[in-house]
């Protein structure tokens, strides 16, 4: 399989604290993209990382990638109820068309 | 702007029995693509296409036809229904400028599928 891996499959914190979730992947990507899934929702696009690129912020989210350790983290500042769902990491190799996604982290924020 | 519909929401199955789960969208999106998603397994791909006329496998094959017609729609056929096709299936699009990993996916809601 081609899958990144996320780590940790599961995370559960308290409201108001830090969220991160790691991701590594095998071979050389062009992109990397960070998506969320809401209980029994489809999957909604979170932020787009270039291989160029080091750390991307948007709102509370922070991406980082590392190419030479071919890992991502996303981070979740200041985390709500709101933010509990899944996060999948999504990666497409070097000369190809598929996208494909890791096994994802499943986040849990306790009031 | 409905974005990406996917049709029928639920499906009950008896093995060997067909069927055609319906994709479609609105956005004039050049790439579809199927997944599966199973507990622990994260969504795999099942079949992708780059545009009208053009279909390529994912993953995860075995079992599924798929065909496209039009930019629109991306169905997906299981021939004959097995118990292991169990799952939720997720159908996708985007714009295909630059390659798929430049180009936000657009989701539907799912179907979710079971075959007794």
């Known amino acids: 399989s081609q899958q990144g891996e996320e780590d940790p499959q599961a995370l559960s914190i308290q409201e108001g604290e830090n969220a991160t979730m790691n991701c590594s992947y095998k071979t050389s990507i062009n992109n990397l993209q960070w998506y969320r899934q809401n209980s029994g929702r489809g999957l909604v696009h979170l932020i787009l990382i270039r291989s160029n690129e080091r750390e991307k912020h948007s709102g509370r989210l922070r991406v980082t990638l590392d190419t030479s350790k071919k890992s991502s983290s996303l981070l979740i500042t200041a985390s709500r109820a709101a933010d509990t769902a899944s996060y999948f990491c999504?990666?497409?190799?070097?000369?190809?068309?598929?996208?494909?996604f890791g096994q994802g982290t499943r986040l849990t924020i306790n009031p | 702007n409905a974005g990406v519909t996917q049709t029928p929401k639920f499906q009950v199955l008896k093995t060997g029995q067909s069927m055609t789960l319906q994709c479609a969208q609105d956005m004039n999106h050049e790439y579809m693509s199927w997944y599966r998603q199973d507990p622990g397994m994260g969504l795999r791909l099942i079949h992708y296409?780059?545009?009208?006329?053009?279909?390529d496998q994912g993953e995860v094959p075995n079992g599924y036809n798929v065909s496209r017609s039009t930019t629109e729609d991306f169905p997906l056929r299981l021939l004959s229904a097995a118990p292991s096709q169990t799952s939720v299936y997720f159908c996708?699009?985007?714009?295909?400028?630059?390659?798929?990993?430049?180009?936000?996916?657009?989701f539907g809601a799912g179907t979710r599928l079971s075959v007794l």
């Open positions: 996708a699009s985007s714009y295909q400028q630059g390659g798929v990993s430049k180009n936000i996916q657009y």
């Open positions: 296409s780059v545009g009208a006329g053009i279909t």
């Open positions: 999504a990666t497409v190799y070097q000369g190809a068309q598929k996208l494909v």
